[in-house]
């Protein structure tokens, strides 16, 4: 007779109870009254709806990270379920679809809305959609960060299409993933902290945070001075340690006080 694993047993436990509770709030909510004929109800649905915002909130989570490439926050506090569908009479199987707002730091803008459609079965929660809608300042800040780049490349004559771009935020976050990158990510905070935060005075400033392009064993961390200096560190693994190869630096483009100071 083989050996029984016990951990398995648990763990298959453990998730057969998490989708049995997943599937209770979703019938649930699917054969809600269309009228709230008392406090007492309402309060019923209020908790059964919260309770599927809760027990999605990891896949909504993945999800908002996937598309950012960090972790973007938003609260549960003014998600919605956007609606919640049975696939067939008497199935097991939902579409339920959740918008969620994300936003910066201390609910600062930009904001995103991020509507994520799943499919929810007792086999599991997939995704099968996600459609982001930016606000104005996503779009003013998207633009500022591309003018300052184009400035660059253009400058040192770099052709960066086939490599892998970073944001700060990604950086850090990847560099929680693989730990390899914890030298590159403390490359650019120390650029941040000792040679852009001293000139910005908020609201705005007129400095991107360094964005770094990564192909292999080799990149670059491309960003701009206050008085328009363009600056690229080429960087490059060396027995597994990434290291500053070389730096220029070669006038370019001042920028207007323009983009948020937190950006």
């Given at each position: 007779?083989?050996?029984?694993?016990?951990?398995?047993?648990?763990?298959?436990y453990?998730m057969?109870?998490?989708?049995?509770?997943l599937?209770?709030?979703?019938?649930?909510?699917?054969?809600?009254?269309?009228?709230?004929?008392?406090?007492?109800?309402?309060?019923?649905?209020k908790?059964?709806?919260?309770?599927?915002?809760?027990?999605l909130?990891?896949?909504i989570?993945?999800?908002?990270?996937?598309?950012?490439?960090?972790?973007?926050?938003?609260?549960?506090?003014?998600?919605?379920?956007?609606?919640?569908?049975?696939?067939?009479?008497?199935s097991?199987?939902?579409?339920?679809?959740?918008?969620?707002?994300?936003?910066?730091?201390?609910?600062?803008?930009?904001?995103?809305?991020?509507?994520?459609?799943?499919?929810?079965?007792?086999?599991?929660?997939?995704?099968?959609?996600?459609?982001?809608?930016?606000?104005?300042?996503?779009?003013?800040?998207?633009?500022?960060?591309?003018?300052?780049?184009?400035d660059?490349?253009?400058?040192?004559?770099?052709?960066?299409?086939?490599?892998s771009?970073?944001?700060?935020?990604?950086?850090?976050?990847?560099?929680?993933?693989?730990k390899?990158?914890?030298?590159?990510?403390?490359?650019?905070?120390?650029?941040?902290?000792?040679?852009?935060?001293?000139?910005?005075?908020?609201?705005?400033k007129?400095?991107?945070?360094?964005?770094?392009?990564?192909?292999?064993?080799q990149?670059?961390?491309?960003?701009?001075?206050?008085?328009?200096?363009?600056i690229?560190?080429?960087?490059?693994?060396?027995?597994?340690?990434?290291?500053?190869?070389?730096?220029?630096?070669?006038?370019g483009?001042?920028?207007?006080?323009?983009?948020?100071?937190?950006?």
């Amino acid at each position: 007779m083989g050996t029984v694993n016990l951990n398995n047993i648990r763990i298959g436990y453990i998730m057969n109870q998490f989708f049995l509770g997943l599937s209770i709030s979703l019938i649930l909510l699917s054969v809600q009254p269309h009228i709230i004929t008392s406090a007492e109800t309402e309060l019923h649905d209020k908790l059964i709806y919260d309770t599927l915002l809760t027990t999605l909130d990891p896949y909504i989570s993945e999800e908002v990270v996937h598309y950012y490439g960090y972790y973007k926050q938003y609260g549960l506090f003014d998600a919605r379920i956007i609606k919640v569908i049975r696939k067939s009479e008497g199935s097991y199987s939902f579409t339920v679809t959740v918008q969620v707002n994300t936003f910066e730091h201390a609910h600062n803008p930009p904001y995103g809305k991020e509507t994520i459609t799943f499919d929810v079965s007792p086999f599991g929660v997939k995704v099968i959609d996600f459609v982001h809608k930016g606000d104005e300042e996503e779009m003013k800040i998207k633009e500022f960060y591309e003018k300052v780049l184009s400035d660059i490349q253009q400058t040192f004559n770099l052709r960066l299409e086939s490599f892998s771009k970073y944001s700060y935020e990604q950086l850090l976050y990847k560099s929680e993933k693989q730990k390899e990158y914890k030298v590159l990510s403390d490359i650019v905070t120390d650029i941040i902290v000792n040679d852009l935060n001293p000139d910005i005075k908020p609201p705005y400033k007129n400095v991107i945070d360094p964005v770094t392009f990564i192909k292999g064993t080799q990149g670059y961390i491309l960003f701009k001075s206050p008085d328009g200096t363009n600056i690229v560190l080429q960087v490059a693994m060396e027995n597994g340690i990434w290291v500053v190869v070389e730096k220029k630096n070669k006038q370019g483009e001042k920028m207007q006080n323009e983009l948020i100071w937190y950006m």
